[in-house]
């Protein structure tokens, strides 16, 4: 049995596996014990190439935008004895009237999109074990993050460019910008809604002693769930103008 064993190589890691003559005849192509990271990876490089090499724009600050839009309105879905997901995969979903920030992130970061018809959404679906470790072990993301996330230690270890960029991240996901005319003049309003207490007393914290202001709170609205940091009047030019 043994002469019809043939030493070659995996074709993505070049690590040395054995296959047998015929298998060796009918395929170009051999990887490591199958289901295996090499094969999906040798075919995402060829696939999606901007997708598989993500990891590389980490010096980019648009990187952090994204992180910060994936914190927001993204889901990460990975494989553990807690979940049925099989697979690695990171999506972001915004309403279609939106589109051009998913295009552009596709153009830049790689992945796939497509509209939901259903709903009015246009979602982007990046596949990447390596992008989804680092979402998960370094940022903190989880599968079911809407009211556990802490990103604390991720936050603050940024740059103060990085921060600027994450946060203008956060703001297109779940931030809200309101200008109204009241009694004494305009009623200006900046607002991050989440439903996660630590996620919003981080914003909290960072942006009040950005700015000593006494005007920045943050408050929990018992109607949707969710606690809101909230900057008013000038504060809230100040915010928008530092991300």
């Not at 190589?9 to 009918?26: A, E, G, L, Q, V």
């Not at 200008?179 to 809604?193: D, L, P, V």
């Not at 005007?215 to 969710?226: A, L, T, V």
């Not at 000038?234 to 928008?240: A, D, E, R, V």
Request: charged letters at 25%; glycine letters at 6%.
């Amino acid at each position: 049995m043994k002469k019809y064993i043939i030493k070659t190589k995996c074709s993505f890691c070049k690590k040395i596996i054995y296959r047998h003559i015929n298998n060796i005849k009918d395929n170009k192509f051999h990887f490591c014990n199958f289901p295996s990271y090499c094969k999906w990876a040798f075919l995402h490089k060829k696939k999606d190439p901007k997708g598989y090499n993500i990891l590389k724009n980490i010096n980019n600050p648009n990187f952090y935008y994204l992180i910060g839009l994936i914190s927001t309105d993204g889901n990460i879905y990975y494989h553990n004895k807690n979940t049925k997901s099989g697979s690695y995969l990171c999506c972001i979903n915004l309403n279609k009237k939106d589109d051009y920030i998913i295009k552009y992130i596709q153009k830049r970061f790689g992945g796939w999109s497509f509209y939901h018809k259903t709903d009015g959404t246009i979602r982007w679906n990046l596949s990447n074990k390596l992008f989804i470790e680092y979402l998960r072990d370094e940022v903190g993301l989880t599968h079911n993050k809407s009211k556990t996330i802490n990103i604390k230690e991720y936050f603050n270890n940024l740059s103060e460019i990085n921060k600027r960029h994450f946060l203008r991240g956060i703001v297109d996901g779940d931030g809200s910008i309101t200008s109204y005319k009241a009694k004494y003049g305009f009623n200006n309003k900046f607002t991050i809604c989440s439903g996660s207490k630590q996620f919003i007393k981080l914003f909290y914290t960072f942006l009040k002693n950005k700015f000593k202001a006494d005007n920045i709170y943050y408050e929990y609205n018992k109607w949707c769930d969710c606690y809101y940091v909230v900057c008013n009047g000038k504060h809230m030019i100040n915010s928008l103008d530092y991300i």
